[in-house]
């Protein structure tokens, strides 16, 4: 590859074109000759074994640079340095890795490769407690080049790893191994490595990266929604927890106190139309949601802890009754008194034997009655009035729909 066109600020020597972005970086310099020197040009980014056409500038007197007057106007030079290109968390062609990859709410797969020098760096998760993992990392370096590669940082780090470059200068392998376990318990972890290359008993320090990794409870993979967000809000309200009950009740207790989410249940100052607020994406990206997108927002966020949460559907028992009417003082998600309290019907949730109302933040209730004498003020009938609840005796169904 060429890149023309460089320029030269004390010995930083850049390549802005948009064949090769990589920053070269001169060093070692030593005087052969009177107006002769050597050195040796390092690059950090995802440059690989080349050539590149550089020419040489003093940009103080705006003519070629002085300490290079007895060079040639072009000067061919290869890259020395080997860089970490691409890493990747999980492998298509590798299952087995106890990883789920997160979605945006567009329900675009967060693919491999999750980091990628100078394009991605996308999140990852991982089981707790699932041991010590692997990962494919990809290098470009010198043709044919063999060395050891290693780093240091977050989880202990990589283990040492002999390698050798193909004659593209090209190494790929899904058999890095991360030094530390997995940890034990839910969280949110920022891992940044330092890579080395160890080459005669020298070890010199190459590119960073950084990733962040997400800790849930259990498998996910019948967690058919995983939205990056979801992880971020059960791992982080979950943080350090081990126990399953632990973990329910710290996302729980999270969504009773309305506004952990800045999201709202029928949000007084915008209406939701008609085809809308049933999903979780609703909840994340339009910050507005009926019952039924908080149920299924609330389903996603245990989901992606690999815990499973049933979902309720209530309607009024017919007949006599259409409808149902909530409390007109009771809070929704976003600590805001919703701008309707009549519905059709209703959507709620089942954990343990016991039920949650997303929407409001109430429970646990032992039973459904329980519930219908804590939220219920009346109800509609099928010839149009309205009547109050009748307290301890059930005036609505429900069913587990899944």
Same mark, same amino acid.
């Given at each position: 590859?060429?890149?023309?066109?460089?320029?030269?600020?004390?010995?930083?020597?850049?390549?802005?074109?948009?064949?090769?972005?990589?920053?070269?970086?001169?060093?070692?310099?030593?005087?052969?000759?009177?107006?002769?020197?050597?050195?040796?040009?390092?690059?950090?980014?995802?440059?690989?074994?080349?050539?590149?056409?550089?020419?040489?500038?003093?940009?103080?007197?705006?003519?070629?640079?002085?300490?290079?007057?007895?060079?040639?106007?072009?000067?061919?030079?290869?890259?020395?340095?080997?860089?970490?290109?691409?890493?990747?968390?999980?492998?298509?062609?590798?299952?087995?890795?106890?990883?789920?990859?997160?979605?945006?709410?567009?329900?675009?797969?967060?693919?491999?490769?999750?980091?990628?020098?100078?394009?991605?760096?996308?999140?990852?998760?991982?089981?707790?407690?699932?041991?010590?993992?692997?990962?494919?990392?990809?290098?470009?370096?010198?043709?044919?080049?063999?060395?050891?590669?290693?780093?240091?940082?977050?989880?202990?780090?990589?283990?040492?790893?002999?390698?050798?470059?193909?004659?593209?200068?090209?190494?790929?392998?899904?058999?890095?191994?991360?030094?530390?376990?997995?940890?034990?318990?839910?969280?949110?972890?920022?891992?940044?490595?330092?890579?080395?290359?160890?080459?005669?008993?020298?070890?010199?320090?190459?590119?960073?990266?950084?990733?962040?990794?997400?800790?849930?409870?259990?498998?996910?993979?019948?967690?058919?929604?995983?939205? *990056?967000?979801?992880?971020?809000?059960?791992? =982080? /309200?979950?943080?350090?927890?081990?126990?399953? $009950?632990? &973990?329910?009740? @710290? %996302?729980?207790?999270?969504?009773?106190?309305?506004?952990?989410?800045?999201?709202?249940?029928?949000?007084?100052?915008?209406?939701?139309?008609?085809?809308?607020?049933?999903?979780?994406?609703?909840?994340?990206?339009?910050?507005?949601?009926?019952?039924?997108?908080?149920?299924?927002?609330?389903?996603?966020?245990?989901?992606?802890?690999?815990?499973?949460?049933?979902?309720?559907?209530?309607?009024?028992?017919?007949?006599?009754?259409?409808?149902?009417?909530?409390?007109?003082?009771?809070?929704?998600?976003?600590?805001?008194?919703?701008?309707?309290?009549?519905?059709?019907?209703?959507?709620?949730?089942?954990?343990?034997?016991?039920?949650?109302?997303?929407?409001?933040?109430?429970?646990?209730?032992?039973?459904?009655?329980?519930?219908?004498?804590?939220?219920? *003020?009346?109800?509609?009938?099928?010839?149009? =009035? /309205?009547?109050?609840?009748?307290?301890?005796? $059930?005036? &609505?169904?429900? @069913? %587990?729909?899944?």
């Amino acid at each position: 590859r060429y890149a023309k066109g460089h320029t030269v600020t004390a010995a930083t020597i850049e390549a802005p074109t948009e064949d090769d972005k990589a920053r070269l970086y001169a060093g070692n310099f030593e005087q052969l000759l009177n107006g002769y020197y050597k050195f040796d040009l390092y690059a950090t980014a995802t440059a690989s074994e080349g050539q590149y056409k550089i020419r040489f500038y003093d940009h103080t007197n705006a003519k070629l640079w002085q300490t290079m007057r007895a060079l040639p106007y072009d000067l061919t030079v290869y890259v020395k340095d080997i860089v970490v290109v691409t890493i990747s968390f999980l492998d298509s062609a590798t299952p087995g890795l106890a990883i789920k990859i997160p979605q945006y709410p567009n329900n675009i797969t967060i693919s491999s490769p999750e980091w990628w020098n100078g394009v991605r760096n996308n999140s990852s998760a991982y089981v707790k407690n699932t041991g010590t993992k692997q990962i494919k990392v990809k290098l470009c370096g010198p043709a044919n080049y063999s060395c050891n590669v290693s780093a240091t940082g977050g989880w202990g780090g990589i283990n040492n790893k002999s390698i050798t470059f193909d004659s593209q200068g090209v190494y790929t392998s899904d058999s890095f191994t991360i030094s530390s376990i997995v940890p034990t318990v839910v969280c949110t972890n920022n891992v940044g490595w330092q890579w080395k290359v160890t080459k005669d008993g020298s070890t010199r320090n190459i590119n960073q990266t950084s990733h962040k990794i997400y800790i849930v409870y259990a498998d996910n993979s019948n967690c058919t929604t995983r939205y *990056e967000q979801l992880y971020e809000f059960g791992c =982080g /309200w979950a943080n350090n927890m081990s126990q399953e $009950s632990q &973990v329910y009740d @710290a %996302i729980w207790g999270n969504m009773a106190s309305l506004n952990a989410t800045s999201s709202f249940y029928y949000n007084p100052d915008k209406t939701i139309p008609d085809n809308e607020g049933f999903e979780t994406r609703d909840v994340l990206i339009k910050k507005n949601a009926r019952c039924g997108g908080w149920m299924e927002f609330f389903t996603a966020l245990l989901g992606v802890q690999g815990i499973t949460v049933n979902k309720v559907a209530v309607i009024p028992a017919t007949p006599p009754y259409i409808a149902l009417g909530v409390y007109e003082t009771i809070k929704g998600q976003g600590d805001v008194v919703p701008d309707q309290n009549r519905f059709a019907n209703h959507a709620m949730s089942r954990y343990n034997n016991e039920y949650y109302d997303p929407s409001y933040g109430t429970g646990p209730y032992d039973h459904m009655l329980e519930w219908e004498n804590a939220s219920i *003020e009346e109800y509609k009938r099928n010839d149009g =009035g /309205w009547v109050p609840d009748t307290k301890n005796i $059930s005036e &609505v169904l429900y @069913a %587990i729909v899944q």
